[in-house]
């Protein structure tokens, strides 16, 4: 029976999560598998990754193979870089103080660029949050200018006195017509 590391997937529509798996290859996705060896969530960023790494370390030293994506999951959480070093302790090349040394300090690498992934994260949705509520201030800043525009009465001119100008057409034209006559 060859056995596969691999993920069986779970959740609703378009919001997928996966238990990560050992199964008998012969086995659908979904269906039969021996043994759940942790979860994982893509829909977190960075993803989130629950392993339990003994047993999936002990899986692929029984001959399980992994999936494609699982072997990146297991790289990721060291599990293959651990199975890597155990075996170089089994052919003699260093001992087994000086591989969980290596692996020490390997893991710690990868919590810090972990930690700095979150950081820079909060950072930038912290920085387009903050870019968000300035346009929207400015876009209701607009609008209130609008609307304070549009309420506001136009000006009134005040317009000259309305006896005089009539008056005045009036007076030109009794002068012109009393010109006109005598002009005869």
């Known amino acids: 029976m060859p056995a596969k590391i691999r993920l069986a997937r779970h959740g609703k529509k378009h919001h997928a999560y996966y238990h990560i798996v050992v199964a008998d290859s012969r086995a659908p996705r979904d ?6 060896i942790g979860n994982y969530n893509p829909n977190s960023n960075p993803a989130t990754i629950n392993l339990d790494t003994e047993k999936a370390l002990s899986w ?3 001959g399980a193979q992994p999936t ?3 072997r990146a999951i297991l790289s990721y959480k060291g599990v293959l870089y ?6 170089g302790v089994a052919k003699g090349l260093f001992t087994e103080e000086a591989a969980n040394e290596k692996f020490l300090s390997w ?6 660029k ?5 950081s820079r994260l909060s950072q ?3 920085k ?6 300035a346009a929207e201030s400015k876009k209701k800043e607009a609008i209130a200018e609008a609307v304070r525009i549009k309420n506001t009465p136009p000006p009134v001119e005040e317009a000259p006195a309305a006896t005089e100008e009539p008056a005045a057409p009036a007076a030109e034209a009794a002068e012109g017509a009393a010109e006109a006559p005598a002009a005869e």
Not at 31 to 36: A, L, P, V
Not at 107 to 112: L, Q, R
Request: hydrophobic residues 25%; glycine residues 6%.
């Open 114 to 118: 972990i930690e700095e992934k979150k």
């Open 60 to 62: 692929l030293n029984n």
């Open 124 to 126: 930038e949705s912290s």
């Open 31 to 36: 269906g039969k598998f021996i043994e759940i």
């Open 128 to 133: 387009t949050l903050a870019e968000r509520l």
């Open 82 to 87: 651990k199975n890597h070093l155990s075996r």
């Open 68 to 70: 494609d994506t699982c």
């Open 107 to 112: 893991s710690e690498g990868k919590a810090s």
